[in-house]
């Protein structure tokens, strides 16, 4: 299963926009690319889901690029209320296994 | 909404006991999981679930065991609980990826369960 790296902490400023990158290196063919978000005292809860190339919904946009070994989260002008931790998961064809590394903190000041 | 429910949000237990942490979901799919969370550590799974009466172990299932007898039910039993494992217990379940194309579907999660075992 592929392993994803992220970075362990972020500091953002409301209105401002904010993209978390996440490096899955040895992302297999058939695997997609979910992100999850958990604020403090509660589950994770689905975000956004991608494949290839730019996926869209109102909460986020998802960038993977051609060689797929990387992906983007972009969160358009943050506000305090998206304090939380990102997961970032690449997940396993027919498994139905999910693997959930640490996350990337983010913190939004006034 | 999907709707997956635990037990307890909180639990203190002493060492030794034998602990039941259930989780319930509403929407009949095929898995469920459940992970633990420690700081620093992120969400790591224990086991999971493809069908009733069926199990897998997942990364850490030392120490744990599960049952699954219905559909929407799946518990994780701690034997004999010892203080290592003190921690934030998440329940979760997602249709199967087999129905829809193959890749690993959405999972949905439950408030989680704090265990503190002295």
């Known amino acids: 299963l592929a392993k994803t790296t992220q970075p362990i902490s972020m500091d953002s400023y409301e209105g401002q926009e904010v993209n978390i990158t996440c490096s899955h290196n040895n992302i297999a063919t058939n695997d997609y690319i979910t992100w999850y978000q958990q604020f403090p005292s509660q589950g994770p809860r689905f975000i956004i889901q991608g494949y290839k190339t730019k996926v869209t919904n109102e909460v986020a946009s998802l960038f993977i690029p051609a060689d797929r070994k990387s992906s983007t989260l972009s969160l358009p002008r943050v506000s305090l209320s998206d304090t939380a931790v990102y997961y970032c998961l690449v997940g396993a064809y027919n498994t139905d296994k999910l693997i959930f590394g640490t996350g990337t903190r983010l913190q939004v000041f006034p | 909404d999907v709707k997956v429910t635990q037990s307890s949000r909180y639990l203190v237990k002493r060492t030794g006991e034998k602990v039941f942490l259930e989780c319930v979901q509403d929407?009949?799919?095929?898995?469920m999981f459940w992970y633990r969370q420690d700081p620093g550590l992120g969400l790591r799974l224990i086991y999971f679930s493809y069908d009733v009466k069926m199990k897998e172990k997942g990364d850490i299932p030392e120490g744990y065991s599960v049952s699954r007898e219905k559909k929407e039910r799946f518990s994780l039993i701690l034997e004999s609980a010892s203080t290592n494992q003190t921690s934030m217990y998440l329940c979760?379940?997602?249709?199967?990826?087999?129905?829809?194309?193959?890749?690993?579907?959405?999972?949905?999660f439950g408030p989680g369960t704090r265990l503190t075992v002295l």
């Open positions: 979760a379940s997602s249709p199967s990826g087999l129905t829809s194309g193959g890749h690993t579907d959405t999972q949905y």
């Open positions: 929407m009949d799919h095929e898995n």
